[in-house]
T-cell receptor
């Protein structure tokens, strides 16, 4: 039973570039949430997708956008990258009908901005 | 004021010690509460949910005081393998998890 998988594992970009991160949820899950974890901080909620729509959003600018596909996988896009976007990006999946808990996390994508 | 605040840490304890972590949350409408564990450079993993009546899972005991908006985690008989960062997590509206900054525990032999 595959857990949450994220790609790529690591990524290096420069300021102003755009990046796309990918997530496949745990088998049987239909909801995907994205979190940003800066060094020394706890994860911060970016947004959540269910039925291919953004259902909830945290305090992140419009540069952060996402998408969910019919197979429940998801992408996180970040435009006009800033140095402060350097972080571990975590994807979590869950089942909507049971209240979305517990959430299962992937290993994350470590994004470095030069 | 941060939504979820935890003890600053780090906590350095010998094997066999009992250690307690505290956490406070600001939103009285918070619905559910959890402790997650995160090993260095790894993903967070659910350690246990926290209920008002208090709950125990082996050496781990979690308590919730809704009136004080306070959550605690007690680890008894610490093991080397307990070394990790412990994240206090609150569920508010919807299903977005709000994480504390985390408290680092280091257990030494």
């Amino acid at each position: 039973d595959a857990g949450v998988t994220q790609s790529p594992t690591h990524l290096i970009k420069t300021r102003g570039q755009q990046v796309t991160l990918r997530c496949s949820p745990k088998s049987g899950h239909d909801t995907v949430s994205w979190y940003q974890q800066a060094l020394g901080q706890g994860p911060q909620f970016i947004f959540q997708y269910y039925e291919e729509e953004e259902r909830q959003r945290g305090n992140f600018p419009d540069r952060f956008s996402g998408h969910q596909f019919p197979n429940y996988s998801s992408e996180l896009n970040v435009n006009a990258l800033l140095l402060g976007d350097s972080a571990l990006y975590l994807c979590a999946s869950s089942l909507f009908d049971v209240g979305g808990q517990p959430q299962h996390f992937g290993d994350g994508t470590r994004l470095s901005i030069l | 004021r941060k939504e979820v605040e935890q003890d600053p840490g780090p906590f350095n304890v010998p094997e066999g010690a009992t250690v307690a972590f505290n956490c406070t949350y600001s939103n009285s409408a918070s619905q559910s509460f959890f402790w997650y564990r995160q090993d260095c450079r790894k993903e967070p993993k659910l350690l246990m949910s926290v209920y008002s009546s208090g709950n125990e899972d082996g050496r781990f005991t979690a308590q919730l005081n809704r009136a004080s908006q306070y959550i605690s985690l007690l680890i008894r008989d610490s093991k080397l393998s307990d070394s990790a960062t412990y994240l206090c997590v609150v569920l508010q509206a919807g299903t977005a998890l709000i994480f504390g900054k985390g408290t680092t525990l280091s257990v030494s032999s």
